[in-house]
């Protein structure tokens, strides 16, 4: 039975100033481990605070949300050890090795075999060959492969990713996209991504657009033909 999670009725507003600013209203959403997501809309649309709802990292002012595990139902805080999360500029410990890097949310949750899983994780994105290397001497293509490794190394249900390639090149752009989502498939992880690249957006199977405090629901087809 595959995890999901499940926002209803979502609200967000702020005061700011003394006056109230509404990112949206009454928001549904559900997102499935296993499935890919893409959230597009211009700058400040509030995809990135969506991301953190629904992440239970942050509260919205209204609305439900709910994670469903093993027929289960649970708030949204108790997703927490089970995300992982991918950013446009990487916030890789800058002290430590690639490897210390993946190997620290396992070590953080006691596990005694963290270095080896994260030299398997590290092979599979490419960068077996830069183990000992830290941040500052990486590429940012190679910094964001260290993300995603690190972000999958502990097998989270769920994924999410705010501009992943965001930073980088079109080449280590499609690259880190291939590794994102092949891995995130390999992994059965629910692959949600905030981009303003139609490009990334379309390798998604379920696309939204996040605009004027309205979320829709993109035709994949189309998309896909405009970033061809
Ligand atoms: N705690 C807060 N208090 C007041 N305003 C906030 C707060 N958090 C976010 N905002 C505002 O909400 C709006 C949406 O921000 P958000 O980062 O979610 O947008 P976005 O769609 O991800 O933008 P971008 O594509 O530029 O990254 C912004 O105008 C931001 O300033």
Redesign the pocket.
């Known amino acids: 039975m595959s995890s999901y999670i499940e926002l209803k009725n979502f609200s967000q507003s ?1 005061q ?1 100033n003394g006056s109230k ?1 509404t ?1 949206f209203n009454d928001l549904d959403l559900s997102i499935t481990q296993g499935q890919s997501y893409a959230i597009t ?1 211009p ?8 991301l953190m709802l629904m992440s239970g990292l942050e509260h919205p002012t209204s609305g439900q949300g709910v994670y469903v595990k093993g027929g289960h139902k649970q708030s949204l805080e108790f997703l927490r050890p089970d995300i992982g999360f991918i950013f446009q500029q990487f916030h890789l410990l800058p002290e430590l090795t690639a490897l210390n890097n993946v190997a620290l949310p396992l070590k953080l949750r006691g596990d005694k075999h963290a270095e080896d899983k994260a030299r398997v994780w590290l092979e599979k994105v490419g960068l077996i060959h830069r183990i000992n290397h830290k941040p500052s001497e990486l590429s940012g293509g190679e910094q964001q492969r260290v993300a995603i490794a690190r972000a999958l190394v502990f097998e989270p249900g769920f994924i999410f990713a705010d ?1 992943p390639t965001g930073n980088l090149d079109q080449q280590s752009a499609t690259e880190i996209a291939d590794i994102l989502f092949s891995c995130c498939q390999e992994n059965n992880a629910g692959l949600v991504v ?1 981009t ?1 690249s139609e490009t990334l957006a379309s390798r998604a199977q379920h696309i939204f657009s ?1 605009a004027g405090g309205q979320l829709k629901q993109t035709a994949n087809e189309m998309l896909k033909a405009v970033s061809c």
């Open positions: 702020f700011v600013v990112l809309g700058s400040g649309a509030g995809k990135s605070s969506l501009e905030v303003h996040l």
